[in-house]
């Protein structure tokens, strides 16, 4: 009896087991047939109005329960639609917008897959060539790519190439100082190529030393900057314009609001000299201020000269290589007003993860406990973090993210510029004034500039011409950089506290406390930082060319120029008595104040000639004088021991509270220079029998 019941059960557990699982088949099966169903029979209407794949997706998902799955990098967002359909569909309406986007959709259930369509691939097959220039001469090196792709191949020493490329494609056929050429891909296996040279970029005009010459003509290295290019770019300055811009060239940033950066057109030359190139704007050289100053909308042209023998003619002065500027000249028509203004912010991009006030107060506790004694660090941090036991009161205390207080400004940097020119053939005139502002994302920090460039053209005779081209210049730069905040510089903004204990929220007796101490506290804020470490500079730049050209001759110039220049400078610096320089002094501020002054002259003469021989033979040379004087002023006053309480205002105003020391250094240079430079450049046929 009992096996036959044991049977029974068994028996029972059987058909209950079936019966769930064929359950569960045909719910399954209704399922599917439902989400058939609907994928078949739901109908939706979309509106898109010069919209985006995304619109079209996000309307069939607001009508309907798909669910759409794709990758965003194989959507073109870029590509425009305009659908408009009503009762469709949703399969008509994926296949009405993936036909054009190379992309298939596959429904499974109400799901949705979007992926990129495959295309089957045609075997590549090769090609062969022979490239030459309109003398029949192989090149050498030229390249040859495929279009769209990165498949590409150079010339050999006989200028032939060979490639595997697709059915159908186009080459791409380029090489320094030649147009290049677009070549179909058609049933030919074998192509000759003959490239022609670029004209255009032979016959450009350069600036060099104390003239100018077609590009073609010259052989030494020289680079012209694409000013036109960098002028979409907003607040760019000159320095900014060189970055990337010429082989060879290297800008090197110091990360200050303003800062010029470091430029080396040949490396580092020296290990203690200047490694700068010299700036010449406008034929003079530019001693008297920094290359940023100069306005990129007064540029017409920007050429960098590598080379010894082109930078020769400068003397030692050009040792390091030359750029040489210059800006937009006056010319004849009606007069003409422009404004250019460009608006930009800046911000910083990371920031690092540091302790809050809970973990700094535990990380302090555990320190004491591992390194003191009751009477020592343990008695410290009572009575700076309070009863131990009391430690997750931090947590509803606010934490100093020094990042956000210190660099986490958003400044807004603005630059203006207006520019009025015109005038008649026998007298022109532009006038250009630039106001810029670049705040730092330091607390503190900026550099405020305004330039006026003027140029006016007179001709006095025919062949006499006078030019006169005053400039002026003002820069004031205030912060002390990175490097002096507090006794670390920048990177010890990641190590101060976030919280100061008690102080954050409760009051200690003054009577008693050490001053010393309490201040040791404060100066644990950057903020506080800043405003004991101070500097602001002020510059100052006047000058002024006038010249006479004269070509009594074809081929002729006789030119005197006369350039005027006036430069001050001021800087004010202060050291409050927690820096390293107040440390250093018996822990009292420190102050000082530079001024230097310089007065410039230059008288350059030059006489140049140049003629051609059936416009193949070229012939040109130059012979010059030039009397360079210099002489500079600095006076320099470094003051300490001020009172304690003394700001950086207070002691710039009364220098007389401090111990001064005082610096006078004068210097007078008279230089007398000759120069020259003979260029032949002589075009000769070949003739073969």
């Not at 209407?45 to 798909?66: H, L, P």
Request: hydrophobic share 35%; charged share 20%; proline share 3%.
């Amino acid at each position: 009896m009992k096996k036959e019941r044991d049977d029974s059960r068994l028996l029972s557990l059987k058909i209950t087991r079936i019966m769930k699982i064929t359950a569960i088949l045909i719910l399954t099966g209704i399922l599917q047939v439902s989400a058939v169903t609907y994928a078949q029979e739901h109908r939706i209407s979309v509106a898109v109005e010069n919209g985006t794949f995304y619109d079209v997706v996000s309307q069939i998902e607001k009508q309907s329960e798909f669910m759409f799955f794709y990758k965003s990098e194989e959507i073109d967002n870029n590509q425009r639609i305009n659908l408009k359909v009503k009762d469709k569909l949703v399969s008509e309406i994926l296949s009405e917008i993936t036909k054009n986007n190379n992309l298939t959709y596959k429904i499974t259930g109400k799901h949705i897959i979007i992926t990129k369509a495959t295309t089957t691939s045609q075997a590549p097959r090769k090609i062969t060539g022979i490239i030459t220039d309109e003398n029949g001469e192989p090149i050498i090196g030229a390249n040859i790519v495929e279009k769209g792709t990165t498949n590409g191949t150079i010339t050999d020493i006989d200028g032939r190439f060979s490639l595997d490329v697709a059915d159908k494609s186009v080459l791409i056929v380029s090489y320094i100082g030649y147009d290049t050429q677009t070549i179909s891909v058609t049933s030919k296996s074998s192509y000759n190529i003959k490239l022609a040279e670029d004209t255009k970029a032979l016959e450009e005009v350069v600036v060099i030393g104390y003239g100018s010459a077609r590009k073609k003509d010259v052989t030494g290295a020289l680079t012209r900057v694409n000013v036109t290019e960098k002028e979409t770019i907003p607040n760019v300055n000159p320095v900014q314009a060189l970055r990337g811009s010429v082989a060879g060239v290297r800008v090197i940033d110091t990360g200050m609001a303003g800062a010029d950066g470091t430029i080396q057109v040949r490396g580092t030359t020296s290990i203690t000299a200047s490694n700068d190139p010299l700036i010449v704007l406008d034929g003079v050289p530019f001693s008297g201020g920094r290359l940023s100053d100069i306005n990129t909308n007064d540029i017409e042209t920007i050429d960098v000269l590598k080379d010894a023998s082109i930078t020769a003619i400068y003397g030692a002065k050009g040792g390091n290589g030359v750029v040489v500027v210059t800006t937009k000249s006056a010319k004849a028509g009606k007069i003409q007003v422009s404004f250019n203004a460009h608006l930009s912010t800046s911000h910083l991009s990371k920031k690092l993860d540091l302790m809050n006030s809970a973990e700094f107060a535990r990380y302090q506790y555990e320190w004491s406990a591992c390194n003191g004694s009751r009477s020592s660090n343990a008695k410290f941090f009572r009575a700076n973090f309070g009863n131990p036991q009391d430690l997750d009161m931090y947590y509803s205390l606010p934490t100093h993210d020094w990042q956000d207080e210190v660099m986490g400004e958003n400044p807004i940097n603005y630059s203006t510029n207006v520019t009025i020119g015109g005038g008649t053939d026998k007298m022109r005139f532009t006038a250009s004034l630039t106001q810029s502002e670049d705040k730092g994302i330091i607390m503190g920090s900026g550099v405020r500039r305004t330039n006026l460039n003027i140029k006016t053209a007179i001709d006095i005779t025919k062949n006499l011409t006078l030019h006169i081209n005053p400039k002026f210049t003002f820069r004031r730069d205030q912060g002390a950089g990175g490097d002096n905040i507090g006794t670390g510089g920048i990177i010890d903004v990641l190590r101060y506290r976030p919280t100061n204990g008690l102080r954050e929220f409760g009051y200690i007796d003054p009577s008693y406390a050490d001053p010393d101490e309490e201040a040791l506290f404060t100066y644990t804020n950057p903020k506080s930082d800043i405003a004991i470490n101070q500097q602001n500079k002020y510059a100052y730049n006047y000058t002024n060319a006038i010249s006479l050209e004269w070509k009594p001759v074809k081929g002729l110039v006789l030119r005197t120029e006369a350039t005027l220049s006036l430069n001050w400078k001021d800087q004010y610096r202060f050291w409050g008595a927690l820096t390293g320089e107040g440390t250093k002094n018996n822990s009292l501020p420190v102050a000082s104040i530079q001024k230097d002054q310089s007065f410039k002259y230059i008288w350059t003469n030059t006489a140049s000639y140049g003629f051609s021989i059936k416009d193949k033979h070229n012939f040109s040379m130059l012979l010059g004088q030039e009397i360079y004087h210099s002489q500079n002023k600095k006076n320099f006053q470094k003051n300490r021991y001020f009172p304690r309480a003394f700001e950086a205002g207070q002691a710039w105003d009364n220098m007389g509270f401090g111990t001064p020391q005082l610096h006078h250094f004068r210097l007078q240079i008279a230089l007398l220079l000759s120069l020259g430079r003979q260029v032949i450049t002589i075009t000769t046929n070949t003739y073969s029998l």
